[in-house]
């Protein structure tokens, strides 16, 4: 089947309590790892795909993959999204370019400027069947180009979101609420924590409307603990708890993103391949580890932390 938008999606999973993981890729064995995962679990999925991706693989190569994937898996709905796209210029690029979701982040712009630019490209995007995901607010951390220092950072003002909702027309919101970008989210001894209470105050403004949680990886310790032990140095590497995130996707989060994690885990088995054969020299031997536990953190994901598995027939 062809890709679909996520309205559906985001409808299914508002109604339904759970949340459908949107996870960055950049290469074959990432693509590979996600979709078999949610092949298998019959799980709805978003693909995204940042500027640093097709920096990268070429936006070519990258729908491609994703094209195969469709093949692979037709059982199973699948986004494909440009994640924080900076301008109207990226985000047409991709319309053009058969995503069927973008975002266009220009957060870090004054209010009635984010309203405008968020505007041009949800019009642009509505008359070609493609939605629009914005953000208000700023996440710190570092993801790509998008980098945030801590001070810069500022939480979603619940106050501003019905107006940027009415005024740009866009179709879901991400906001801040305490994620950050980056597999580096909390200091060690810091007690990780999440603002729901601003999530609370967004979704009763917005009712019935579909909110995005970026920098929202676990920083699964079972990878990092891997890494670090073939050689790595990601001391200190934490993200949000699990069930902080599972709580999240019961409410009005529909669209929770996932990138560190998937790093970690290509990491972590590539390391691990290497650090103990040395003597290994096809990429396939490494990276078929990596692919595996790309799929497993995928697998984890879906069904601990989204709740989307058997999700797939209804959000068809
Ligand atoms: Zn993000």
New binding site residues.
Partial sequence: MPLVTTTNMFKKAYEGGYAIGAFNVNNMEIVQGITEAAGELNSPIILQVSAGARKYANHTYLTKLVEAALVENPNIPIALHL??GADFEICKSCIDGGFTSVMIDASHHAFDENIEITRKVVDYAHERGVVVEAELGQ?AGV?DD?KVAAEDASYTHPDEVEEFVDRTGVDSLAIAIGTS?GAFKFKPGQKPMLRFDILDEVSKRLPNFPIVL??ASSVSQEYVKIIQANGGNLADAIGIPEDMLRQAARSAVCKI?IDSDLRLALTAGVREVMWNHPEKFDPREYLKVGRQYVKDVVAHKITTVLGSEGKAPECL
């Fill in positions: 994640d924080h996440l993801e998008v970008h970026h920098g993103n």
